[in-house]
């Protein structure tokens, strides 16, 4: 069953030690066919490097298991809420990434501070709410689901202008139009989480400015707007 699926989601896995988002197995990505109502996403606690196409596991987009020898990530409620929750979206990635995660263990938004931030994401990086007791305890992964939707509902944001989220206290969310650029975004927002960081720590640029709105408008726009005209056209 997805067999093509199956692989796409774990190559799209397998970048994610590639491009040094993962320690050991702290990560997943998923990857959805709207079609059937299903998602693909890799098992539970499997080193990478033992993990094969026929390892991911097969979901329904209400979190049951509908094929597959192995438990899925304990953070398959969490995307499955989210495939709900956002049906533009085909793929979703969890990582702890070391400088996105220190930002959503600071429970902060990321600034936009600059147009390599604007050239993907659509304004600063959101960091959401702790969950309550009550939540945690309720179901503590689809819950987590529940606080992203809701962040971004209470925000007003677009998840496809702005493709990842900072769980608070826990780490980075991304997601896209296919497992490959959900793990992309990952790459994006880890990249400018370090960059951030580091305008913050240069003591000579105090105070600290976001990017422009209009130079925030034009780099977004040229990539993603309906006149984009970034690369070698559609």
Known sequence: MLKELKRKVYEANMLLPAYHLVTFTWGNVSGVD???GLFVIKPSGVPYEEMKPEDMVVMDLEGNKVEGDMNPSTDAPTHAELYRRFPEIGGVVHTHSRWATIWAQAGRDIP??????ADYIYGPVPCCRDLTAEEVERAYELETGKVIAACFEERGLNPMYVPCVLARHHG?????????????????????AMMAWHTEALPAAQPRESLPEHVKEKHFLRKHGPNAYYGQGK
């Open 34 to 36: 709207r079609e059937k």
């Open 112 to 117: 936009a501070y600059g147009t390599t931030q």
């Open 172 to 192: 980075p969310f991304a997601w896209g139009k296919d497992p490959l650029n959900a793990v992309h975004n990952a790459v994006v927002l880890e990249e400018v």
